[in-house]
């Protein structure tokens, strides 16, 4: 194992904020998780969460409170590259030992196996929580 750090100093900090992403895919209809009690919410938007971010009196409200919310399964199981092509160069760019972590990486042996056998999900994912 590998534990690293500091790789957010080097991604381009525009493309990562909370606002790139509402105003980009803030219609997109989602479900969200109350992690307080793992209600889903269902039909908000992704603007929705975004919103509450950074900013916690713009957050959905459970009565009186606050929720911490996550996002269900978004971005979706696309392709992360297909969906979001300049975040997935971006973080391609910067990712640490990419000998082993790219897709295209000459050491990442999940990228290499043949193809009678079941590929894993090479990502990345991304989990987006508050």
């Known amino acids: ?6 790789v957010h100093h080097k991604l381009n900090t525009e493309l990562w904020k909370p606002e790139s992403f509402r105003k980009e895919f803030g219609e ?13 919410i269902t039909g908000a938007t992704v603007g929705d969460f975004w919103d509450g971010f950074e900013d916690v009196p713009n957050r959905l409200k459970n009565d009186k409170e606050p929720m911490v919310l996550k996002l269900k399964d ?3 199981g696309e392709d992360f590259r297909d969906m ?3 975040r ?5 760019a910067n990712i640490p030992l990419p000998e082993y972590t790219r897709r295209d990486g ?9 193809n009678y056998f079941v590929r894993p999900d090479l ?8």
């Open 84 to 86: 979001m092509p300049s």
């Open 28 to 40: 997109q209809e989602v479900d969200l998780v109350n992690c307080r009690t793992n209600e889903i």
């Open 74 to 76: 978004w971005p979706p």
């Open 106 to 114: 000459k050491l990442n042996l999940a990228s290499r196996l043949p």
């Open 123 to 130: 990502g990345p994912k991304m989990y987006n929580a508050y």
């Open 88 to 92: 997935f160069d971006d973080l391609m």
């Open 1 to 6: 194992p590998v534990m690293v750090s500091g």
